[in-house]
């Protein structure tokens, strides 16, 4: 894997305070075109709220983000997908009464240069635009194996079948970098292991970096490329999963004991 010499992702310094609460104390990690970097810690250690910062739900108390180059900190939310940063969150929100391939189409809208008036009105430019996106809705649940679903309404559709089609919606907008929220809680081991070819397929295929927050310790070690590890919203880790996995502050961190010699 080829990777350049300036991260695609650089988090230098994220504090953020809630009150008298801080949530985050200074993390700084980057992230490399073309990895799979996982970020994880116990609950409660801050890492959905990181995510939420990235994805500008949240506005730092200090510290700076930047993507390809140039401060996240400085876009508004509603243009994160714009720049090529791309969400799934812990709880799937799906547009229930639409079919799966119109829940595909809707993540495509970032990408299009119909306006909310156009589409609401069905002017010529949104006609015209349409069979593109229907045609890359299409391309992705196929990708994902979901073409046995195109046209069932997502309502009942089974939970890991949801989390695909949100992971397809997600890559519609033609990401650079994939926030994936807790990607694996509520599927079984072979769902997992399903999951994990995914993410790679996703790097590998699609040319998408990937960071994920994750409490399933066996998904990360085996797919990310480096590990970042965050506890009271401190950063007391960040390597290669081997090196993580044997790091003393990590293990005191998940069991509440010092490391053996």
Same mark, same amino acid.
């Given at each position: ?8 992702? @650089?988090? #230098? ?10 949530? =985050? ?37 200090? &510290?700076?983000?930047?993507? %390809? ?24 929100? =799906? ?11 809707? &993540?495509?809208? @970032? ?16 006609? #015209? ?10 391309? =992705? ?35 650079? +970098?994939? =926030? +994936?929220?807790?990607?694996? %809680? ?25 960071? +994920? ?26 390597? #290669?999963?081997?090196?993580? #996995? ?16």
């Amino acid at each position: 894997m080829a990777e350049n010499s300036s991260p695609l992702l @650089s988090v #230098r310094g994220i504090t953020l305070r809630f009150g008298g609460v801080v949530a =985050l104390d200074d993390v700084s990690f980057d992230v490399m075109a073309g990895q799979i970097a996982g970020l994880i810690g116990p609950n409660g250690a801050g890492k959905t709220t990181l995510f939420n910062c990235l994805s500008r739900l949240y506005q730092p108390s200090a &510290g700076e983000i930047t993507f %390809a180059g140039k401060s996240v900190l400085a876009v508004p939310r509603h243009k994160i997908p714009m720049i090529g940063i791309g969400r799934t969150f812990q709880n799937v929100a =799906l547009f229930d009464r639409l079919t799966v391939l119109e829940n595909v189409m809707v &993540g495509r809208h @970032s990408r299009t240069s119909a306006g909310f008036v156009e589409s609401a009105l069905r002017l010529p430019s949104v006609g #015209r635009e349409e069979p593109a996106v229907r045609e890359k809705a299409m391309d =992705l649940i196929e990708f994902m194996n979901l073409g046995a679903f195109t046209h069932r309404v997502a309502a009942g559709l089974p939970f890991p079948i949801r989390k695909r089609v949100e992971l397809a919606r997600a890559l519609a907008a033609e990401p650079k +970098l994939l =926030l +994936l929220d807790e990607p694996a %809680a509520g599927l079984n081991h072979e769902e997992v292991h399903t999951l994990e070819s995914q993410i790679r397929r996703v790097r590998d295929v699609q040319g998408v970096t990937v960071l +994920l927050v994750e409490h399933h310790m066996s998904l990360v070690m085996s797919v990310s490329d480096k590990v970042v590890v965050v506890n009271f919203g401190r950063k007391i880790a960040d390597g #290669r999963p081997d090196e993580v #996995r044997q790091n003393p502050d990590v293990i005191r961190a998940y069991l509440g004991t010092p490391a053996s010699a």
